[in-house]
């Protein structure tokens, strides 16, 4: 049962709407948390990060039972059954989260939950429609906007264009094809692409910018990873602009001219696009308030505030950082000032990542290029994990540390990790960023060996010879 009025309106149960609601409900707000899809969650658990996880940890298993004649033949007859697993326990883990997610907001008194749409009528007024039908019209004194985002699909010629698959839809397939072109070499293509090639799926790469990973990793990690790519048979084509997607029988034909300014085509069972995602924000009605949006999405201040004071937006539907944990730190920031007053400021210089590609990339703080443009004056320092204990112990003694360090306070703004098991060690980079940690503060610091964190002290001592 919906009221007339609410302390807070929370527009989307995922990273960035659920925390806000839960945090503000416990501190004593009248909230009301609305979810179009009816369920908590948001992308990131139910057509992002935690399903593409589900999918990378089946696809090594399976990579490393096909490193053996039997293995390989038994995988190769099975790959119905793998893929059936797969997704049976992406099913019941995506559940089970869910439903605790929902189980823990019930218990808190003064938070309610609806499934339904949001429409704003004025700067102070929403109408809700309900998954069932019944629509419903309420007030509310403060907000906050965390609808997140959707697949972008560039306009593209061709008969096939409206069947392509975007990241979302590749987990609710029934079988895997045995070929994929994956339009976009950032983030999400390069992680599903090395993931399918480990299941036997035969990959083209088709990427407009001229490199993978443009801007958002080290120059020197690009390379590598190309590297990595191309061992593993997967074709790359950088510089290449997409021009049409035909149906070709059963089958896609791909036309695309590359960066010699040749016309080619590449046959694929399926086509998916990952070229980047929109902020979900078309059905809102923004018009009829004074929030201040553009094709970026909602324009917040420091405080995540938008034009309209008490009304806040977080998550992907904003500029900035598109990752599910920076949401959540969104959404606590965003209830805390709320509840205080526009006393905190986000912070995004601190922002910490991971790329699960093979091997890992693991980023925070600024890159190179970044720290530039920001005014500071750098220097550099790598380590190779060819040297390493622990990376030869493992067998696979590969991968990069990379330290951003400010020359003039030798605080370390930013750390790069290349390597497999990056995922693992990210936190201490984080820390050592979000504390503003100097070379020497880390130096001092003694690491247990053999580890791959022991890197970190050796790279700043080393620094500082």
Not at 153 to 171: C, H, K, W
Not at 187 to 207: C, D, F, S, W
Not at 248 to 271: E, P, R, W
């Amino acid at each position: 049962m919906i009221d007339d009025h609410y302390d807070v309106l929370v527009i989307g149960g995922g990273p960035g709407g659920t925390p806000a609601a839960m945090q503000l409900a416990s501190r004593g707000k009248k909230v009301l948390l609305v979810e179009k899809s009816g369920k908590l969650g948001g992308a990131c658990l139910f057509v992002g990060c935690i399903p593409s996880k589900i999918i990378k940890h089946a696809a090594d298993e399976y990579a490393s039972i096909d490193r053996s004649a039997f293995g390989r033949h038994m995988a190769l007859e099975d790959m119905g059954v793998v893929w059936g697993n797969i997704r049976t326990s992406m099913d019941r883990i995506l559940s089970s989260r869910s439903n605790a997610a929902l189980q823990k907001a019930n218990r808190i008194p003064g938070l309610t939950f609806v499934g339904g749409t949001v429409r704003f009528v004025s700067n102070n007024e929403v109408e809700i429609e309900e998954v069932s039908g019944k629509k419903n019209i309420c007030t509310f004194e403060q907000a906050i906007i965390s609808t997140g985002s959707v697949p972008t699909i560039p306009p593209f010629r061709g008969d096939a264009v409206q069947n392509v698959l975007t990241s979302e839809m590749l987990f609710e397939q029934e079988a895997l094809p045995k070929s994929m072109v994956i339009i976009g070499g950032g983030p999400i293509g390069i992680e599903l692409a090395q993931m399918l090639a480990k299941l036997n799926v035969r990959v083209t790469i088709i990427e407009l910018l001229d490199t993978i990973l443009y801007g958002i990793v080290e120059p020197e990690f690009v390379d590598c990873l190309s590297q990595k790519l191309d061992e593993s048979k997967i074709n790359v084509y950088t510089s290449s602009k997409v021009l049409e997607i035909e149906r070709s029988g059963q089958d896609y034909c791909t036309s695309f001219m590359d960066a010699q300014g040749n016309i080619q085509t590449v046959q694929s069972q399926k086509v998916m696009v990952a070229a980047g995602r929109s902020p979900d924000i078309k059905n809102l009605d923004l018009e009829t308030t004074g929030i201040r949006f553009s094709r970026s999405g909602i324009i917040v201040n420091e405080y995540l505030e938008t034009s309209m004071k008490g009304i806040y937006a977080t998550g992907d539907v904003i500029p900035g950082p598109k990752f599910a944990h920076t949401a959540t730190y969104e959404s606590h920031i965003a209830a805390a000032n709320i509840l205080k007053g526009n006393a905190h400021e986000a912070d995004f210089s601190k922002n910490s990542w991971v790329l699960f590609s093979e091997p890992e990339i693991a980023s925070a703080g600024y890159t190179q290029t970044e720290a530039i443009k920001h005014g500071y004056e750098v220097i550099t320092g790598t380590y190779n994990y060819e040297i390493d204990a622990t990376a030869q112990i493992s067998g696979d003694p590969f991968g990069l540390l990379k330290f951003i360090v400010d020359k003039k306070t030798q605080q370390i703004i930013g750390v790069h990790i290349f390597t497999q098991g990056a995922a693992s060690i990210i936190g201490e980079a984080a820390l050592i960023v979000s504390r503003k940690l100097t070379l020497q503060d880390v130096a001092d610091a003694i690491h247990p060996h053999p580890t791959l964190t022991e890197a970190f002290g050796i790279l700043a001592t080393t620094m500082l010879t």
